[in-house]
C-alpha cells in the first residue's frame, strides 16, 4: 500500500465520517482475480483485502459505528449474476 492509498484515504475518510457521511470503500478482489493478481487465486487476493482493511485500521481510520462500509466486489457480482 502506498501512502495516498493508507494515509491519504484515513486522514480523507475521517475527516467526511467527523461531519456525519457515511462512506463505501469497495474492495476490488473480483477485478484483482480478473488480471491475475495474486495468481487469480480469490482466497490469497482477498486476504490481501484483509490486509489492507487493517492498515487502515493501523493508520487511525475511524471504524466505530456505522460510517464506513467495505464492500467486496465478487460479493456483489456474484450476488447479481443473474441479472
Do not use: P
Not at 475518510?13 to 488480471?35: H, P, R
Request: with cysteine; proline share 0%; aromatic share 8%.
Amino acid at each position: 500500500m502506498h501512502i495516498a492509498q493508507g494515509v491519504m484515504k484515513t486522514i480523507n475518510v475521517n475527516k467526511l465520517t467527523s461531519v456525519g457521511c457515511k462512506v463505501k470503500i469497495w474492495i476490488v478482489d473480483w477485478f484483482a482475480q480478473l488480471n491475475n493478481k495474486m495468481g487469480g487465486d480469490l482466497n490469497k487476493i482477498q486476504t490481501v483485502g484483509e490486509y489492507l482493511i487493517e492498515i487502515w485500521k493501523a493508520v487511525g481510520m475511524n471504524l466505530e459505528g456505522d460510517n464506513v462500509e467495505f464492500l467486496w466486489s465478487s460479493k456483489e457480482i456474484n450476488s447479481r449474476a443473474h441479472e
